[in-house]
């Protein structure tokens, strides 16, 4: 009986280290739709889904099942060919994150914000 407690109790732990984990703040990607509305909409529709660019709401289905944040991030910055770049435009203050474990990554705010509001609308199941 004593043992069972103990395993539940390990397992009760777990559920709580799990509600734990790090949720993305709900105001980020908030102001991300807002943002991409102002900057990114235009080109690849107002729910993302395309225009005269990509859909944006598949890119999970790029990569290995998680959504590609390195690419994703690189073509903000970078841009494409008929895609402009938007590191030059002001994005907000730099902010550190942790994209790959380990590697504190400099990004702008409001960049930050966009790529997190994409990471929200992605439809891996269609
Ligand atoms: C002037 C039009 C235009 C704007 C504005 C624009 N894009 Fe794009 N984007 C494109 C085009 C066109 C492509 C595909 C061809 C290329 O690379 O130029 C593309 C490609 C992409 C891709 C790669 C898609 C894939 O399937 O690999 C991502 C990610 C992306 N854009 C994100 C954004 C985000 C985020 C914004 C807003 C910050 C944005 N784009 C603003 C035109 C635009």
């Not at 509600?19 to 709900?26: F, I, Q």
């Not at 990114?40 to 290995?64: E, N, V, Y």
């Not at 008929?82 to 409001?110: C, K, N, Q, S, W």
Request: proline share 9%; charged share 20%.
């Amino acid at each position: 009986m004593e043992r069972r407690t103990a395993a539940l109790t390990m397992m009760l732990a777990s559920l709580g280290l799990a509600a734990c984990s790090p949720a993305p703040e709900p105001s980020i990607p908030a102001r991300g739709a807002k943002l991409f509305q102002q900057t990114c909409a235009a080109c690849h529709g107002a729910d993302g889904r395309g225009g005269s660019a990509p859909d944006l709401t598949r890119l999970i289905m790029d990569g290995s099942g998680t959504f590609p944040s390195i690419e994703t991030l690189n073509r903000m910055h970078e841009g494409g060919d008929a895609m402009p770049a938007f590191r030059d435009l002001a994005l907000g203050p730099t902010v550190v994150v942790e994209i790959e474990e380990g590697i504190g990554t400099p990004v702008p705010e409001d960049m930050l914000a966009i790529w997190r509001y994409l990471e929200t609308i992605q439809r891996p199941d269609l």
